[in-house]
């Protein structure tokens, strides 16, 4: 899996939410061993300071756990898993609606074009 990092933003924020979102779409299951930070840090071409920071970034909100015996797990808290999904998801509808808007279409006319959009593919 390929990292998609831009200079426009801290290195280390863009992984933490690339590998978050690698976590609750499944590529790394609840419960399962994640990778080392060398490993994770070699996939993305990065300093493996740099991906110990994303690292503690995704501890910090509930993704990952640190056993010293074991090394780091993917949480099998489903509660945090649907926060973060229902996050990441709030965060992509407000794109989209500003996104919208840079095209002149008002909240209530894009909620429309997404419904209509949705209802065209079922």
Do not use: C, H
Not at 19 to 46: H, K, M, N, Q, W
Not at 76 to 103: I, Q
Request: aromatic residues 6%.
């Amino acid at each position: 899996m390929d990292f998609d990092l831009q200079n426009s933003r801290p290195i280390w924020m863009q992984l933490s939410e690339q590998l978050g979102r690698r976590i609750v779409t499944g590529a790394y299951p609840p419960g399962s061993r994640f990778p080392t930070v060398r490993d994770l840090a070699a996939e993305a071409g990065v300093n493996p300071n740099t991906m110990q920071r994303a690292l503690g970034q995704l501890e910090s909100e509930g993704l990952v756990i640190t056993n010293r015996t074991v090394g780091r797990t993917v949480t099998e808290d489903v509660g945090v898993l649907d926060a973060m999904r229902n996050r990441l998801a709030a965060e992509l509808r407000e794109k989209y609606f500003s996104e919208m808007k840079e095209l002149g279409y008002s909240r209530a006319q894009a909620a429309e074009f997404a419904a209509a959009k949705t209802e065209e593919e079922t």
